[in-house]
Every structure is written in C-alpha cells, then in structure tokens.
C-alpha cells in the first residue's frame, strides 16, 4: 500500500530512514549501521543533556512515525521500518562522546546481537507495548544492554591503562 497524504508520507519516511529502510537484505542492520556512520556529526558532539533531549525527540517522533507507518503499509512491524535501529544504536553510545573507532564497531555489533537475540526483556517490550511503541520500546532495551556491555567494557580497558 502507499503513503495516502503527505504526513503520511513523512511518517513513512522518517520511519524507514529514507531509502535505507528498502534495501534489499538486512534494512535492521543497514538502519544501525547508518546511525553509528551518523552519530559522530548529529549526536556524539553535544553535551550529555542534550544528547538526552535527542534521544527523547527521536524516540517520540519514532514512535509516532513507526504507528503511522504500520498503518499505511498495512502490517506490524515490518522490515523496512528502522528508526528503532537509529534509536537503539544511539542509546548504545550515549555516554561516549569521544572514542576510538572500535569502540563505535563494538557498539554496533552489540546492539545488533542483543535486538536480533532478543533476550528477556527484549522480547517483552516489543510485545508488551502496542503498535510503534513496542516497535521503539524493544530496540531502547537492547539498547541499554549494549551500553551496559560498552560501559563495562570501557571501564575494563580503563583498568589495563
């Protein structure tokens, strides 16, 4: 189905990141991948508050444009939605202003791992929480695992130093 009036096609767009939500194989993956390419010049530069207050506007908008995209291409949750990914990515790197590159590849892979394996209470917030909510919700929690292994990761690398 097709976008059925220009906010509808705003939605469906910021939903899916523009093109990159309709590439071929792995839009989730792509979706990451394009945030943590993002992130160094619209989100690691600002101060921590400030990078909260976009995490909130993403989230909010996310989630409206995710409900909205559901309904316009007439499924829940489909692929080429990733604004969750853009989300969740940046969760991951929140607390990291300034690092090395690794740190943003291992950021990438360990919030690809936790929303592809979806262990408790990923998979329960996607469930838990109606339409683009849930969408949001799930990729915010595996979000925060990866932080959590990047946070500990960080503070183990500071104890070698």
């Not at 767009?13 to 991948?33: C, D, E, I, Q, Y």
């Not at 829940?76 to 929140?94: A, H």
């Not at 592809?116 to 109606?130: G, H, M, S, Y």
């Amino acid at each position: 189905m097709t976008a059925r009036s220009p906010l509808d096609t705003f939605a469906t767009a910021l939903a899916t990141l523009g093109p990159v939500g309709h590439f071929p194989k792995a839009p989730g993956t792509w979706g990451s991948l394009a945030a943590v390419v993002a992130a160094p010049w619209l989100f690691l530069p600002f101060s921590l508050p400030v990078r909260a207050l976009i995490l909130a506007a993403v989230f909010a908008a996310g989630t409206w444009a995710c409900c909205r995209a559901e309904a316009v291409l007439g499924q829940k949750d489909p692929g080429c939605v990733i604004v969750d990914e853009l989300f969740g990515q940046w969760l991951t790197l929140f607390l990291f202003a300034s690092m090395p590159l690794w740190y943003l590849a291992l950021g990438f892979i360990l919030f690809r791992l936790f929303d592809i394996l979806k262990p408790w209470p990923v998979k329960w917030a996607e469930t838990a929480f109606p339409d683009g909510l849930g969408v949001m919700a799930d990729d915010g929690v595996a979000g925060l695992y990866a932080l959590g292994v990047l946070h500990l990761v960080h503070y183990l690398v500071g104890l070698l130093q």
